[in-house]
């Protein structure tokens, strides 16, 4: 399909005129006009974009792209390295990061509560932006049962701060949403999910009596862009591959 058609299609699809972001949403870096092959992945570094110049891809959707408020704004170092290598090979970047968050099908926050087996999940419509989803676990189970649920679905140990309560009803936002965890406080959940944790996240759990899994920022972001790049390949017939550069983080 044309570069344009894809760009205004995910405009339209991922709603990103409703956010008010950190980068700008759509086309980052031009590439060529027909898009063929697509590859999904994370973060826009530069072992992502070696892997989809090996797999010839046209196009590269991430949730993490470039260009982001407060970074300095001259092409050198890394950023130079990476942008000319997709400009050398003629490849387009498109970054989603936002409306990527928070979208109800394809979203990390609805991935993630598939991934976890959350019934009802769903987006607080009056608190959180419409990032903070809530929902709750068919049987109550101890933290530390959770904790090992996590861990089987991200692949990754969670850091557990616990709460002297069972873990019933949940509210969670991927990646670097550790704040938030005052709202989920005052929804009454009994625990709060995201991906990275502060140090003030341990005494807000502590003296609120919730508990908190901080499951890792890519951890907990790998499978929005992955199901995005998925929903392309079957209203559209592109090739796609997703490829999740690992992170520890």
Known sequence: MERSVLGQYLADFLQTARFKDYAPNGLQVEGKDDIKVIVTGVTACQALIERAIELKADAILVHHGFFWKNEPDVLV??????????????????????????????????TLGRRMGILDAEAFETVGDGLLWGGSLDTALSGEAFAGLLAKALGREPLHIGADKPVQRLAWCTGGAQDYIDLAVSLGVDAFISGEVSERTFHSAKEQGIHYFAAGHHATERYGIEALGEHLRREFGLTHHFVDIENPV
């Open 77 to 110: 170092g890394m950023k130079q390295r990476r942008i000319k290598a997709l400009l050398a090979h003629d490849i387009n970047l498109f970054g989603y990061h936002l409306p990527l968050d928070a979208h109800p099908v394809v979203g990390n926050n609805a």
